[in-house]
């Protein structure tokens, strides 16, 4: 049974470029969570996505964007990069209406620097 | 002030020894109680979920909720140097929300 996956696992980017992070799902999930964590920190949540749609949405500007597909994956966007969005960021896949829809299982991450 | 608060340590321990660490939390909304397990440049792992208050024991590892002292801790007995990893606290509203997490604090367990 995979678990969550997430590509690529690193990025170098340079201020002011777009960025496209990818998602696929633990098997059986249908909800996508993305959080970002800075170096020392708890992660951060940044949306939520169910049923395709953005069902949640944290402290984070709208160049953070993102997508769900059909197929449950996800991508998350980042414009106009700024040094500030150095970070790992976190895929989280979970099953809505579960008894354990809180229970959230996470990918590696994907770590991106900006320069 | 965090929602959250959790002391980032690091800590440091010899193999064998019990464990213990907590978190703080403003939010009386908070029902669903997590502990993670990090390991470096990896994502976070569930090690603990709990609902409400009370205690909740699997294996090693001893989670306890006190809803009305806001307070959380993670108890961890004869630890072994593969514990040495940063353990953060998570929160939720429940619902589906979004999870609230301290700093993470890192242990080190020495041999």
């Known amino acids: 049974d995979a678990g969550v996956t997430q590509s690529p696992t690193h990025l170098i980017k340079t201020r002011g470029q777009q960025v496209t992070l990818r998602c696929s799902p633990k098997s059986g999930h249908d909800t996508v969570s993305w959080y970002q964590q800075a170096l020392g920190q708890g992660p951060q949540f940044i949306f939520q996505y169910y049923e395709e749609e953005e069902r949640q949405r944290g402290n984070f500007p709208d160049r953070f964007s993102g997508h769900q597909f059909p197929n449950y994956s996800s991508e998350l966007n980042v414009n106009a990069l700024l040094l500030g969005d150095s970070a790992l960021y976190l895929c989280?896949?979970?099953?809505?209406?579960?008894?354990?829809?809180?229970?959230?299982?996470f990918g590696s991450g994907t770590q991106l620097s900006v320069l | 002030q965090k929602e959250v608060e959790q002391d980032p340590g690091p800590l440091s321990v010899p193999e064998g020894a019990i464990v213990s660490l907590n978190c703080t939390y403003s939010?009386?909304?908070?029902?669903?109680f997590m502990w993670y397990r990090q390991y470096s440049r990896k994502g976070p792992e569930l090690l603990m979920y709990?609902?409400?208050?009370g205690n909740k024991e699997d294996g090693r590892f001893t989670a306890q909720v006190d809803k009305s002292s806001k307070y959380i801790s993670l108890f961890i007995r004869d630890s072994q140097p593969s514990d040495s990893a940063t353990y953060l606290c998570?929160?939720?509203?429940?619902?589906?929300?979004?999870?609230?997490f301290g700093t993470g604090t890192q242990l080190k367990v020495e041999l």
């Open positions: 989280a896949s979970s099953r809505q209406g579960s008894s354990t829809n809180e229970k959230l299982f």
């Open positions: 939010n009386s909304a908070f029902q669903y």
């Open positions: 998570a929160m939720s509203t429940g619902g589906g929300n979004k999870l609230t």
């Open positions: 709990t609902y409400s208050s």
